[in-house]
């Protein structure tokens, strides 16, 4: 029912470049992006960040990790 979803939501704001969660970390959440632009990179031999995607407001991240 949509009353206990809403009631299981919590909005949080990020600062930019604040780390959400690492890749291969199983999300203790599902993050729906309301405003702004989320990066999502990786760090490669020579510990460069490498841009793997940008996603955006009503995008979501986290549900793999969380079926997984």
């Known amino acids: ?10 909005v949080r704001q990020y600062y930019p470049r604040e780390r959400i969660f690492r890749l291969g970390e199983v999300a203790s959440a599902v993050y729906l992006v ?3 632009q989320v990066r999502i990179t990786t760090v490669d031999e020579q510990e460069q960040e490498v ?5 955006g407001a009503g995008s979501i991240l986290g549900l793999s990790s969380m079926l997984a």
Not at 3 to 10: G, S, V, W
Not at 51 to 55: D, K, Q, R, V, W
């Open 1 to 10: 029912d949509l009353n206990h979803l809403a009631a299981q939501l919590e």
């Open 34 to 36: 309301l405003e702004g």
């Open 51 to 55: 841009l793997i995607a940008e996603s």
